[in-house]
C-alpha cells in the first residue's frame, strides 16, 4: 500500500530590512576594497587634503583667538592648554594663525591650478590645430617659461600693492606654459585620429571639434598635471611670503608665519614648526593625489585586480 505524502510550501517570509541578506554582496565589497587597494595613494592623498580643506574652510569655528591679536604679555609661550600651538613674538595664537594661513596656501593652489589649466588649454589646443599659429605661439611661451616666478613677483608687488591676488597672478604666468606645452602634444597626436578627421569631413566647425571631441580625450592628464600645479603653487606663495613679496604680514600665512619665527627659533622653534609642518603635509597631500591620479588614469600602469 502506498502512501502519498503532499510537501507543502511555506511561503517565503520576507526579508527585514535590518537583516543581514539586505547588506552588499561580499563581491562588491570586495571590488570597492580592492580598488582602494590598488590606489592607496589616492586614496591617502584625497583623503588628507579633504581633511585640511575642511579644517580650513571651518577656521572661524575652529580657531580658538583672533589670529591677529596681539598680546605682548603672552610673546613665545609654549604650546599648552590655552595655546595648543603656543605664541608667536607678539603674543598671537599660533594654532588660530595656522588654521586661518591654511585658507591663503588652499585658495592659492585651487587658483592657480584652475587658471593655469584653462588658460594653457586654450594656448595649447590653438597651437595644436591652428598651424600657423604654432610657431608664433609656442615661441611666447618659450619666453614666459623663461621667467623666474619670484621675479615676476616682486615686479608685480613693486607696480601693485602686495596681495592674495597678486600672487596667483604672479604664480600663474609661470605655469601657463607648461600646461600649454603639454595640452599641444596632446593635441598633436589627437588631430590625426580617425574621430577627428571623420569630424572635419561631416563639416564640423573648430570649436566645437575641440569642446566635443578633442578636450574630452585629454582630460585625464590635464587633471593630473593641475594637481602637480597646485602643490609647487602653495610652495610658491609661501616662498613669496617668506621673502616679503606675498601677502601682507599681518595676513595669517604659513610663509608670513615662518618668516616672522625665524628669528626666534632658539627660544620659540614651535613658531616655525607647526607651520612648517602643515604646509609639507599639504603639499604632500597633493602629490600623492597626483601620483594616484596619474596612476589611475594611465591604462599602461593599470591593472586588472
Known amino acids: 500500500m502506498q502512501t502519498n505524502v503532499v510537501s507543502l510550501k511555506v511561503p517565503a517570509q520576507p526579508t527585514p530590512p535590518g537583516s543581514g541578506a539586505a547588506k552588499e554582496p561580499p563581491v562588491l565589497r570586495g571590488k570597492r576594497w580592492g ?6 595613494t589616492l586614496v591617502v592623498g584625497a583623503t588628507l587634503l579633504v581633511l585640511l580643506i575642511v579644517i580650513s574652510a571651518c577656521a572661524p569655528w575652529i580657531a580658538t583667538h583672533d589670529p591677529q591679536v596681539i598680546a605682548p604679555m603672552n610673546r613665545l609661550l609654549g ?49 595644436g590645430f591652428v598651424r600657423w599659429a604654432d610657431g608664433i605661439v609656442m615661441r611666447f611661451m618659450d619666453g614666459l617659461m623663461a621667467i623666474p ?40 597626436t589627437l588631430r590625426e585620429q580617425l574621430y577627428v578627421e571623420a569630424a572635419r569631413a561631416v563639416g564640423t566647425r573648430l570649436p566645437t571639434l575641440l569642446l566635443r571631441h578633442v578636450l574630452p580625450n585629454m ?3 590635464l587633471i593630473v598635471q593641475a594637481t602637480f600645479l597646485a602643490a609647487s603653487a602653495i610652495l610658491a606663495e ?66 586588472q585586480l
Open 238 to 303: 609661501a616662498a613669496l611670503s617668506f621673502l616679503g613679496v606675498g601677502v601682507p604680514p599681518q595676513t595669517p600665512s604659513w610663509g608670513n608665519m615662518i618668516a616672522d619665527g625665524r628669528n626666534y627659533v632658539t627660544v620659540g622653534f614651535h613658531t616655525i614648526l607647526f607651520p612648517g609642518i602643515l604646509l609639507a603635509v599639504t603639499v604632500l597631500a597633493t602629490n600623492l593625489m597626483g601620483d594616484g591620479l596619474r596612476d589611475a588614469v594611465d591604462p599602461r600602469l593599470a591593472r
Open 35 to 40: 580598488w582602494a587597494r590598488k590606489n592607496l
Open 79 to 127: 604650546p599648552s592648554q590655552a595655546h595648543f600651538f603656543g605664541t608667536d613674538a607678539l603674543g598671537r595664537d599660533v594654532f588660530s594663525r595656522a588654521i586661518w594661513g591654511g585658507r591663503v596656501s588652499i585658495v592659492t593652489g585651487i587658483s592657480v591650478a584652475v587658471l593655469a589649466a584653462v588658460l594653457g588649454a586654450m594656448i595649447g589646443l590653438l597651437a
Open 149 to 188: 616666478g619670484i621675479l615676476l613677483a616682486i615686479a608685480l608687488v613693486s607696480v601693485l600693492e602686495p596681495s592674495l591676488a597678486t600672487v596667483i597672478v604672479a604664480v600663474t604666468i609661470p605655469d601657463i606654459p607648461r600646461v600649454a606645452r603639454l595640452v599641444r602634444s596632446l593635441a598633436l
Open 219 to 221: 582630460m585625464a592628464p
